[in-house]
C-alpha cells in the first residue's frame, strides 16, 4: 500500500482482530467491548470512508449485543442460536471492513483519466 492511511487502517484493523481470537468464556466480556470501542474509536479517525465507517458501526453493535446484552435479548436468526448468529455476524464485518480497505486500495491505484492526459502530453 502506497497510501498512509489505508496501511494505517489496515494496521488498526489487525490489532482490533486479535480480541476476538483471544477471547473465551472467561467472564471479560466488558472489557472485550472497551478494547474494541477504543480501538475502533481510533480506526474511525484514521479511515474516514463513508462505507467503511458504516461497516465499522456494524462491528460494533453487533460486539456490544453478542457480549453485553442478556441471552434472551440477542437475535436469532436462519436457526442458528443467536450467540452463533452474532459471532458470524462479527466476522462478517470484519471481513467487510478488509474488503472496503482493499477496494480503496485499488481505487486510488488507479489513475484517473485526468492523470492519463497529463502523461499523454
Not at 58 to 72: A, M, N, V, W
Amino acid at each position: 500500500m502506497r497510501h498512509r492511511d489505508l496501511e494505517l487502517a489496515s494496521q488498526h484493523l489487525n490489532v482490533i482482530r486479535e480480541p476476538f481470537a483471544e477471547h473465551g468464556s472467561n467472564g471479560l466480556e466488558a472489557e472485550v467491548v472497551a478494547a474494541i470501542e477504543l480501538l475502533s474509536g481510533s480506526l474511525s479517525r484514521v479511515a474516514t470512508d463513508c462505507i467503511f465507517q458504516q461497516r465499522l458501526g456494524d462491528l460494533l453493535t453487533f460486539t456490544r449485543t453478542l457480549y453485553l446484552e442478556p441471552e434472551g435479548a440477542r437475535w436469532q436468526h436462519s436457526g442458528l442460536a443467536s450467540t452463533e448468529f452474532l459471532r458470524l455476524q462479527v466476522l462478517r464485518s470484519l471481513n467487510g471492513l478488509e474488503s472496503r480497505l482493499g477496494s480503496l486500495q485499488k481505487m486510488r491505484a488507479r489513475p484517473s483519466s485526468g492523470d492519463k492526459a497529463l502523461q499523454v502530453v
